[in-house]
């Protein structure tokens, strides 16, 4: 499809494992977002990539969240040591450039039990 | 600290009537606001955006109006269809970096 693809849709996994989720932005489209959703509130942002490189990385909570975007398209947003407060749904978006509207997936939705 | 603030959780409206979606913001360097559309398993879809030069932006049936001086903007849909029952985030950005900040959302129900 044309949009933004995101994947897994869902993961469970147990307290202290290692996630990645994996976005795809629409083709040629140069910005890339990361945020984070949980039950109740808006998305929060996380980190943004303009190109190859993470032009603002304010959002992420903590060092066990790591974002790559290596060749300036698909992006891996990657978790250490889960715990139970990083469930939620992770959501990725992309746009033209960064004062474009953005176009979101259908997010991940991450589990830790 | 919320800088962008929908304070009604839920709205309910009947079909064809007016529905008016409100948010404010305590940020004043926002450059400009956006307003996405959620359905339940889906990602946030783009509706309008107004800069914060303008007053007002229509497209079709949406129609957001800014009042600066108020810090507050509200989305106007004429008329309601139940398709556009679903949860309404608004959003401003600052022009250097692009990150949307969202309010907490506002769940629209259009009954027909």
């Known amino acids: 499809g044309a949009g933004v693809s995101q994947t897994p849709s869902n993961k469970v996994t147990e307290k202290g494992k290692y996630v990645e989720l994996r976005c795809d932005p629409i083709?040629?489209?140069?910005?890339l977002y990361w945020y984070r959703q949980s039950l109740g509130q808006g998305p929060e942002f996380l980190i943004y990539?303009?190109?190859?490189?993470?032009?603002?990385d304010s959002g992420l909570p903590n060092d066990r969240f790591f974002a790559v975007r290596p060749e300036g398209s698909v992006s891996t947003l990657k978790i250490q040591r889960t715990e139970r407060g990083d469930s939620a749904v992770y959501l990725c978006?992309?746009?033209?450039?960064?004062?474009?509207?953005?176009?979101f997936g259908d997010g991940t939705r991450l589990s830790i039990l | 600290d919320q800088q962008v603030k929908q304070n009604s959780p839920s709205l309910s409206v009947q079909e064809g009537r007016i529905s008016i979606l409100n948010c404010d913001y305590t940020?004043?360097?926002?450059?400009?606001f956006l307003w996405y559309k959620k359905y339940p398993a889906e990602g946030p879809t783009f509706l309008i955006s107004?800069?914060?030069?303008?007053d007002k932006n229509e497209d079709g049936r949406f129609t957001v109006f800014l009042n600066k001086s108020a810090k507050h903007l509200s989305l106007h849909i004429v008329p309601s269809q139940p398709g556009d029952s679903a949860v309404y985030f608004c959003?401003?950005?600052?022009?250097?970096?692009?990150?949307?900040?969202f309010g907490q959302g506002t769940e629209l129900s259009v009954k027909p």
């Open positions: 978006a992309s746009s033209r450039g960064f004062n474009q509207p953005q176009h």
């Open positions: 083709s040629g489209h140069t910005a």
């Open positions: 990539f303009q190109g190859t490189g993470a032009a603002d």
């Open positions: 940020n004043s360097m926002f450059d400009y």
């Open positions: 107004i800069s914060s030069i303008k």
């Open positions: 959003a401003g950005v600052y022009n250097q970096g692009g990150k949307l900040i």
